[in-house]
């Protein structure tokens, strides 16, 4: 069982950054692949960007290319996301995520997810 807990949300002006912890608990976290999803107000959960459990691979999606960076450090079982250039569209409850496979350059889908974390609010105003 793994226990995920996210920090470092919270309410900037557009173009300023923002750094996210995901911090775990539990059994083998650094065998996890992880990754970091968002849910906008009336909108499903998607996939943002993911590493894999050594972190020498990663993969994003175009919305957030160039702007957002994952990284682990497993010694701290913990994942960050680093965000910079915020734009109102990123405005979202993030959640990190992890499965039990990597799956290379790939979007996840929510339903591979094997644990959750509880979720930190990114307000970004215009």
């Known amino acids: 069982q793994v226990q995920l807990v996210e920090s470092g949300g919270g309410v900037v002006q557009a173009g300023d950054s923002l750094r996210l912890s995901c911090a775990a608990s539990g059994r083998s976290f650094s065998t996890y692949p992880t990754a970091w999803f968002r849910q906008a107000p009336g909108k499903g959960r998607s996939f943002v960007i993911g590493?894999?459990?050594?972190?020498?691979?990663?993969y994003d999606t175009e919305s957030v290319r160039g702007r957002f960076t994952i990284f682990r450090d497993n010694a701290k079982n913990t994942v960050y996301l680093q965000m910079n250039g915020l734009k109102p569209d990123d405005t979202a409850a993030y959640y990190c995520?992890?499965?039990?496979?990597?799956?290379?350059?790939?979007?996840?889908?929510?339903?591979?997810?094997?644990?959750w974390g509880q979720g930190t609010q990114v307000t970004v105003s215009s």
């Open positions: 995520a992890a499965r039990s496979w990597w799956g290379g350059s790939t979007v996840w889908s929510a339903s591979q997810v094997l644990y």
């Open positions: 590493i894999s459990a050594s972190g020498n691979s990663g």
